[in-house]
């Protein structure tokens, strides 16, 4: 009879340690009275143009670190996405990829701007493909900053 014991214990070892060494990063939400008074506010401009809500989620954000949102699109239709900061943030980006990795938008706000710390972007696909969309807000008095985004898609009617 062979001796199976060692073998099955460097495989249990093995299996044991790769569990373990797989961090899970999870999004965390966060809620800043003034960004979702300015998201009701925005929602209701951008209802009454004909589209509707599709995604939106605040998320916690570290200042100059891009928060990456990957999304599917359709070709020929019409979105609308939205990025709101922090009040307190003085500058505020908005770039997109496409699938092959190309920047199709490039949207940048600094405090004091007439928008602010608000970046609406139009786009219409040409192909039905995920895009990626990449925010950032800069802050010099704090690391953790909360935002929000939103994705409008046109309806027909």
């Given at each position: 009879m062979?001796?199976?014991?060692l073998p099955?214990?460097?495989?249990l070892?093995?299996?044991?340690?790769?569990?373990?060494?797989?961090?899970?990063i999870?999004?965390a939400d966060?809620?800043?009275a003034n960004?979702l008074?300015q998201?009701?506010s925005?929602?209701k401009?951008?209802?009454?143009?004909?589209f509707?809500l599709?995604k939106?989620?605040t998320?916690?954000?570290?200042?100059?670190y891009?928060?990456?949102?990957?999304?599917?699109?359709n070709?020929?239709?019409?979105y609308?996405?939205?990025?709101?900061?922090?009040?307190?943030?003085?500058l505020?980006e908005?770039?997109?990829?496409?699938w092959?990795?190309k920047?199709v938008?490039y949207?940048?706000?600094?405090?004091?701007?007439?928008?602010g710390?608000?970046?609406r972007?139009s786009?219409?696909?040409?192909?039905?493909e995920?895009h990626?969309l990449?925010?950032v807000?800069?802050?010099?008095?704090?690391k953790?900053l909360?935002?929000?985004v939103?994705m409008f898609?046109?309806?027909d009617?």
């Open positions: 062979k001796n199976y014991t099955l214990l460097f495989s070892l093995l299996f044991s340690t790769v569990g373990k060494s797989q961090d899970v999870k999004q966060c809620t800043d960004i008074k998201a009701d925005i929602k401009e951008i209802y009454k143009q004909g509707v599709v939106e989620n998320m916690q954000m570290e200042s100059e891009e928060m990456p949102i990957i999304v599917p699109l070709a020929g239709t019409w609308q996405f939205v990025f709101i900061g922090e009040y307190t943030s003085k505020f908005l770039r997109m990829y496409d092959d990795e920047e938008a949207i940048k706000h600094q405090w004091g701007d007439i928008d710390t608000v970046i972007y786009y219409i696909p040409k192909f039905s995920y990626m990449k925010v807000q800069s802050n010099k008095t704090k953790k909360c935002g929000y939103m898609k046109k309806v009617g």
